[in-house]
DNA sequence: GATCTAATAT
DNA sequence: CATATTAGAT
């Protein structure tokens, strides 16, 4: 099953313009003597920065629509080789996360996010300077991740795996794998399933109420019809056959949870998945299209980055698409 | 042994 | 309260 799905996006994912047929956003559209012939006033080349700046522009302009984005600062950037590693992650001011939560989408969405640790600041890292650190290499493993934060965006890709797993699969490794976030763990997913079967549990109990005060985020995406069955078994290993609501073979056709209308190029109920810039050099694809994006921070990260999660099956498996969201209220 | 889940720690 | 980490079970 898995492997099918994998074929699919290969399949897809083959018939994506590659960096070099890509017209490089810096590059002119017009050539100089159409230009001319045009009377066109020929701009001067952009520069990085003046590529970055649109971009910001219109991800901007997105996020006055319905895009959630939050901050820039994550997106790898074109200029350097940025990435460093890796996972670009948000790393967000200690107490900032129920922040922006429900109500909302507050207009501009004040994004006050965070720096990311910098190309020039270097190195510091080790609190405490213990006096042996010549031996820790902070692998993309080993590394200790900042708090992920479950943004609404985040948790909904949580909701729609575990929707479309049956109860029955809807375990951590596999809504990580299915989730396919970059630098999301099973722990991360672990410890939010287990927060996720509280909620529903209360959330049966106490039928036809509306969810407490506190269930901000959990209210922000509805419950999946096969979650909401009487009884959330988890874990009971049986071969039951597929559940009746997830569907069985198909890919990822999730649409029954998604609320906003589609462009192409969009996956079912998931926000579609862009490749990850990281580790391809990739610009953004379609501004449009990538929504946004992940979580925590970013601290050391050596590269190596790509694979957090260890897809060792398929052999052949071109490099998977990595989603990456962002944290912002709204939904 | 990997991974799950529940409990507990931060 | 939200997440992370640990412990015990499968």
Redesign the pocket.
Known sequence: MVKEDDAHVSEWENGLPTDEELTPLSHSLISPALASAFSIKHEPAKTAVDVQRGSRATLLNLRNHKAPITSFDSFPSFQGHENRGGSPYERRPENS??AMGDDSNKGGGSSKNVHKRGDSESEDDDSGGGPENSGEEPNARTL???????TPQLHKRFVDAVGHLGIKNA????IMQLMNVEGLT???V??????Y?LYLKRMQGLSSEGPSA?D??FASTPIPPNLSGPHYM??H?DDVGPSPFASPNVPIPYTAIAPYPMGPGHYGGYEQYPYSAVGRGLPQQSPQGDHREHM?DNRNHQNHSHNYNHNHNQPSSPPQRILTLFPTSSH
């Not at 672990?190 to 927060?195: E, I, V």
């Open positions: 996360y129920g200790k991740r900042p708090r992920l934060v479950w375990v951590p490794k596999t099973r722990e991360n672990a410890s939010h399933l287990q927060k079967r506190s901000h985020l988890p874990n290993r925590m």
